[in-house]
């Protein structure tokens, strides 16, 4: 794909600053990943609406930046993003934590079709896709921790993914301002597993929270 890049100096600044803040600070290299990213992202979001957010400096906030905010609560190197869509929070994530491995589990063909192509022109080899419905997924080996961001409310979240949580395994819905409802909704065995993280956006007023479940 030859197309220049989208994201100005001041944005890609923008972008490893927000890095450094999160106390995750990406490389040369990783950055330059993001870039690219990015530019897959936009080049097959015209067809395939696989974001809303098409603005560069709101896809460095509510994007990148975002999916970095959970990086001091990942516990482990195996990690599974569940509903990765355009590859958040994993693929951020992995580009600033090198010592991790992913898995990006998506069951729409098309989010999955993308998130494969952009880890093999990415050279992302820390990666794997997996095209298939995150209930009916059975991985050879388990993972230290599970990752959600906007995938469902969290009964069904834990619902869909209960046969994920082994003993030792770390699981971080990443939330907006107000789940209460759903929080109330969970049984009282689980809620107590369960410890609520504010996390915030540098460079955004975005009001951001993490459910962390410790199994």
């Not at 490389?27 to 992202?41: E, G, T, V, Y």
């Not at 991790?100 to 063909?109: A, E, H, K, P, V």
């Amino acid at each position: 794909m030859n197309e220049a890049p989208i994201l100005s100096e001041d944005l890609l600044l923008k972008l490893a600053d927000g890095a450094v803040a999160l106390n995750c600070p990406l490389s040369k290299p990783s950055l330059d990943k993001c870039l690219a990213h990015i530019n897959l992202l936009l080049h097959w979001n015209r067809v395939h609406n696989l974001t809303a957010v098409v603005a560069p400096e709101e896809i460095i906030t509510r994007h990148f930046l975002d999916s970095l905010t959970v990086a001091s609560l990942i516990q482990g190197t195996r990690l599974l993003d569940i509903g990765s869509g355009g590859g958040f929070p994993g693929i951020p994530l992995a580009l600033a934590l090198l010592e991790t491995r992913w898995t990006l589990i998506d069951s729409r063909g098309k989010r999955a079709r993308f998130l494969q192509e952009t880890v093999d022109l990415l050279g992302l080899e820390r990666i794997e896709v997996a095209h298939e419905r995150v209930e009916n997924y059975q991985p050879e080996e388990n993972f230290d921790t599970l990752v959600a961001r906007a995938v469902a409310p969290l009964p069904k979240l834990i619902f869909l993914t209960q046969h994920l949580w082994q003993k030792g395994v770390r699981v971080i819905a990443m939330k907006g301002s107000c789940f209460s409802t759903e929080w109330k909704q969970i049984s009282p065995s689980i809620r107590k597993r369960a410890e609520i993280v504010r996390l915030s956006v540098p460079g955004a007023e975005l009001k951001r929270q993490a459910v962390v479940f410790q199994n």
